[in-house]
T-cell receptor
């Protein structure tokens, strides 16, 4: 059965720290991996990864995919209180329309 | 303009009632989804339609019935509501050839 596992489940850090969030997956015919940030309402899109080894970057956030070892990481440097959120990872398969979400990592950044 | 919009945003109703949640997307996407997010924030897919055709129907009680009158709309009707149906229901859409899923703001359903 396809599955997506995120770790850690929750994390508390102080402003300025760097965090690494993990997402591992087992899916048939991998197509893409998506990262989302969810604060109080809808998940908002961060990155889409389809190829191994190519880093996606947006400001203090970056992400990379390893299709051989079947995982992705999301890095946040110089964290701020506004980074406090749930970070969700989703994986999609070719030939289906299904995206499976992990349980999310709840990040809290303290001032 | 909101790309994926859901109504109502909040709904409190009694057990046994029947209710509907509506979703509309103005992105021109071909595929729409309903996801359920429980109290632990786990997002689980329920249904997906592509060009008005049901393509994903996960293990969901048959009290839940989706309907897509056209590819811009996907509604969710729930019969005989139960306490365990309390959750946030997210509508989402995706372009036929693209990969990114865009979410609506969610419909907070509370069954009392």
């Amino acid at each position: 059965e396809d599955k997506v596992v995120q770790s850690p489940l929750s994390l508390v850090v102080h402003e300025g720290d760097t965090v690494t969030l993990n997402c591992s997956y087992e899916v048939t015919n991998f197509r893409s991996l998506l990262w989302y940030k969810q604060e109080k309402k809808a998940p908002t899109f961060l990155f889409m990864l389809t190829s191994s080894g190519i880093e996606k970057k947006s400001g203090r956030l970056s992400s990379i995919l390893d299709k051989k070892e079947l995982f992705s990481i999301l890095n946040i440097t110089a964290t701020q209180t506004g980074d406090s959120a749930i970070y969700l990872c989703a994986v999609g398969s070719s030939g289906t329309y299904k995206y499976i979400f992990g349980t999310g990592t709840r990040l809290k950044v303290l001032a | 303009d909101t790309a994926v919009s859901q109504t109502p945003k909040y709904l409190v109703t009694q057990m046994g009632n029947d209710k509907s949640i509506k979703c509309e997307q103005n992105l021109g996407h071909d595929t729409m989804y309903w996801y359920k997010q429980d109290s632990k924030k786990f997002l689980k897919i329920m249904f997906s339609y592509n060009n008005k055709e049901l393509i994903i129907n996960e293990t969901v009680p048959n009290r839940f019935s989706p309907k897509s009158p056209d590819k811009a709309h996907l509604n969710l009707h729930i019969n005989s509501l139960e306490l365990g149906d309390s959750a946030v229901y997210f509508c989402a859409s995706r372009a036929g050839s693209g990969n990114t899923i865009y979410f609506g703001e969610g419909s907070w359903l509370t069954v009392v």
